[in-house]
């Protein structure tokens, strides 16, 4: 028989160590009574205590909660009528379009930042959260856009016809040909653009206003100025959230696989 | 009605291939017409530019005397059977039977649109299935479909894309039968796109060959196959020899003309074409309007005989295919078994044979061009490959004018 050998399983522990031992130390951390991380110090609730009585924190949730919420629909239909007009039509005009698209995608967050700040002084658009959410919008549109197009891959487009042929018109075929077939692709799209919006922290630095700080930035500032232990508690609700969203995500997305 | 479908002089190109030219064609109501030729002769465009999924640069197209350009494809009277079928993966048979009565803002209540789902499902046999998906139907269970949810909206005029390429020859000659009976059931227009002859033939009306986008001929199915107007017509439909001639004089009345074959005697031909003489032409002559004897057939008037070689047979049941060596023309022979076989001692392989055609069995036609000749041997057509199951031979047989 051949013998097994132990090297994967070596590099799958490395891996898995790598990954997910910081997260662990972190939610483990955010029950800790000690103010210090190396010492345990027993299991405390105060942490999350703190962080439920803070008001700015609060604030910037709720703020998140906004900006993530607007920003996720506007590019989520955005980018999915740019993904399916680059794919159905092959006009040169798209073709421009689809560079246009593609380009926050390796374009440096800082300077997308830096250009939507000039862009926002210039024409005297106060800062505010409207600027945020216009921000993430810009970047988020290309992610939803790309994913809605790979979807187009082995997309038959004699259904298009067909439905046309069937006497569908433009909004029927919108509403009941692309939607249902490009939904996994879309949702897609939605979660990655949710994600990205989440932890932006570059271009919602450059272009928040006075007190409208989101989440990531109120991190920031409390890493510097504040407890690390109640960011502890923040992120493990984070990432609690994270899992939640996932577990839909997929099972969402399994279903309209089905289906399709 | 004459003249329910017209094409008014219709072009249409795609950069720099005129893939249509100029071209008029009438259709009758009620009637299966079907556009034959090989790929690539713009039979599909044609149907394309019916449906509204292209525009002609030039030309008109009328359905009951009204021009259908200037309305988009969801607005005309007319539907389409896809070549794949087209079916939505998303929804159910019922679903998308019913997809051109829920969205053409008919005012159909729901339950008239039942009913007529009801009936179209008995059409095509397929209550069982009204509630799968098209990933879990057949091939011809598809296709079926695909015919109820066009014909489903009462359309004035059907296009059935090649409808049954993508079957199988059993499963083909089976919808041929239904498609014959939908449309005696429905009575709505056929316009059928195929390139496969047999198909052509056995459900249409009328067949207009194409080639090049231009037709070629049209006419009944027998017109087309009894009587040819073009080296290409006889060479896509059915088998024929060619022989390169010249007309060597015309009989008095002009009906007829003796030909002179190279290594050949001459031979009296039917002149339908007005050929004059000293023109060089192409004799057609199908395999099974040749007669093959041990004997020499005894002299009769309007005879043609020529003497060779049996150099391959073969026995296909119903009858036999011979391969005959006259000089240097390999003439392809079909013999129909129309008595017991075994008894009368039929030619065989070396056999010196006697072969006789009647002069009103010949065509004279015009040369081939040589991109005809091109196509209908085009390795690279798509269709090539399906081609052998549909007929054994159903191509020219390219020996039959080879030096």
């Not at chain 2, 019922?94 to 829920?102: A, V």
């Not at chain 2, 949810?149 to 041929?176: G, S």
């Amino acid at each position: 028989m051949k013998k097994k050998s132990v090297l994967p399983v070596l590099i799958l522990a490395g891996i898995v160590i790598f990954f997910y031992l910081p997260l662990v130390v972190l939610v483990v951390n955010s029950f800790n009574a000690s103010r210090v991380s190396s010492v345990w110090g027993g299991f405390s609730l105060k942490w999350y205590e703190r962080l439920f009585s803070d008001q700015n924190l609060l604030r910037s949730v709720k703020n998140t909660v906004l900006v993530t919420g607007i920003s996720v629909l506007c590019s989520t239909v955005l980018g999915s009528l740019a993904g399916i007009s680059i794919a159905r039509f092959k006009s040169r005009l798209q073709k421009v379009h689809s560079v246009f698209i593609a380009l926050p995608l390796i374009m440096p967050d800082i300077l997308i930042g830096i250009s939507l700040l000039l862009f926002f002084i210039s024409f005297r658009i106060r800062l505010s959260l409207l600027t945020i959410i216009i921000g993430h919008i810009t970047f988020c549109v290309s992610y939803v856009a790309s994913t809605v197009q790979a979807r187009f891959q082995n997309f038959d487009f004699s259904l298009i016809e067909a439905a046309q042929d069937l006497g569908a018109g433009k909004g029927q075929i919108l509403w009941k040909i692309y939607l249902p077939l490009l939904a996994p692709g879309i949702l897609s799209g939605a979660m990655l653009a949710m994600t990205l919006s989440l932890d932006d922290f570059i271009i919602s630095f450059f272009t928040a206003g006075p007190g409208a700080s989101t989440l990531p930035i109120q991190i920031y500032s409390m890493i510097r100025h504040g407890s690390p232990p109640v960011i502890n508690a923040l992120s493990t609700l984070f990432i609690a959230f994270t899992f939640i969203v996932l577990l839909f995500y997929q099972r969402i997305s399994r279903r309209l696989n089905n289906e399709n | 009605m004459k003249d329910f479908l017209v094409f008014e002089g219709i072009s249409k190109s795609f950069g720099d291939v005129e893939v249509i030219k100029d071209l008029n064609l009438s259709i009758e109501q009620g009637e299966v017409f079907s556009l034959l030729g090989p790929s690539g002769c713009g039979k599909t465009t044609l149907l394309r530019i019916c449906g509204g999924f292209e525009e002609p640069d030039a030309g008109r197209v009328l359905l009951n005397g009204r021009d259908i350009l200037s309305l988009p494809s969801h607005k005309r009277p007319v539907n389409t059977v896809f070549q794949n079928y087209a079916l939505f993966p998303h929804m159910t048979v019922s679903e998308n039977i019913t997809f051109g009565l829920k969205v053409s803002r008919r005012g159909m209540s729901a339950g008239e649109i039942r009913k007529e789902l009801d009936r179209a499902l008995d059409l095509i046999q397929m209550k069982d299935y009204a509630g799968s998906r098209p990933a879990e139907l057949s091939g011809g269970q598809k296709q079926r479909v695909a015919i109820a949810r066009a014909v489903i909206n009462k359309p004035q005029l059907l296009l059935l894309d090649e409808p049954l390429a993508a079957l199988d020859l059993k499963l083909r000659q089976k919808m041929l039968l239904e498609l014959d009976q939908i449309h005696d059931e429905v009575g709505i227009t056929f316009l059928f796109v195929t390139h496969d002859q047999g198909e052509a033939m056995s459900l249409s009306d009328r067949i207009a060959v194409m080639n090049m986008g231009r037709i070629e001929q049209v006419g009944t199915p027998s017109q087309v196959y009894e009587s040819p107007k073009s080296s290409f017509s006889a060479a896509f439909i059915g088998d024929t020899n060619f022989f390169d001639c010249r007309v060597h004089s015309l009989s008095e009345d002009g009906q007829y003309s003796l030909l002179d074959i190279d290594g050949l005697p001459p031979a009296r031909c039917y002149n339908d074409q007005k050929h004059q003489a000293g023109e060089h032409i192409n004799l057609s002559l199908r395999p099974e309007k040749i007669r093959i004897s041990r004997t020499r057939p005894s002299e009769n008037e309007g005879l043609n005989v020529f003497r060779g070689v049996v150099e391959e047979k073969s026995y296909l049941g119903a009858f036999s295919k011979y391969w005959v060596r006259c000089g240097e023309w390999l003439i392809v022979v079909l013999d129909a078994h129309r008595h017991f076989l075994l008894d009368r001692n039929p030619p065989e392989w070396e056999d010196e044979v006697w072969l006789s055609w009647h002069q009103d069995d010949g065509f004279m036609l015009l040369k081939y061009r040589e991109q005809d000749e091109a196509l209908l041997t085009n390795p690279d057509d798509k269709f090539a490959r399906m081609e052998q199951d549909t007929q054994p031979g159903m191509l020219v047989d390219q020996d039959g004018d080879e030096a």
